[in-house]
């Protein structure tokens, strides 16, 4: 979906750049933008309501953090994932979300148990529906993972996840973009139960090996379907 159609108006004059790539930023997270998809900075701007020159900055600052990409012919688009980065991005995901929902399973209040399985219920509920909403499944799968990673209280290793999921957003939920066995059989809700489990219990061998599966099945499902490229010549 282009991006100009996403993105809201800024409101807020002084800080035109740090609310532009905050809104970008969250669209690649989500996986609201498609992988090769190309980004205009006019079209973006004049949906946002500002200048050129904060969109371009926001950008670049992506772009810096290999969210962006500038293709060879100059235009800035959203990255292709080749399977073996990929494969890569997702062991390091495991080890460093593991290490997230382990501290947070070693101080998991009932506060957080209860926004855990909250967020839980809304993505089982949006999954029994005829046509379940894609945008709502992905953000109650973001919301759930992150409830965790922030309760760890570790700020430079939920800004390391952060950059993991900024980097492979655009495919990182392709499983719940829409009709899927994982959804049709609410995997992730049943993974996210045993994460759950593993707050309840304080116990964070069952949180990480929650989290695993999720993970890593997933990852496999999205390897399987063939939207990775292959070769490492992109073009």
Known sequence: MPLATLVTPVAKR?????????QIRELLMTGRLMPGELISLRTTAEALGVSVMPVREAMYQLVAEQALEISPNRAIRVPLTRVSQFREITAIR?????????????QATSALIDEMRGWNDRLEREMTLKKPDASKLIACNKEFHFSAYRAAGMPTLLKMIEGMWLRIGPILNYDLRGPSERVARRMAVQQHLRIIEGMERRDPAIAAEG????????AEYIVTSGVLVEADDRG
């Open 14 to 22: 002084q800080t035109l750049g740090a609310d532009v790539y905050q």
């Open 211 to 218: 989290l695993r599966l999720d993970i890593e099945g997933a």
């Open 94 to 106: 495991v080890h460093i979300e593991s290490l997230a929902v382990e501290r947070a399973a070693e």
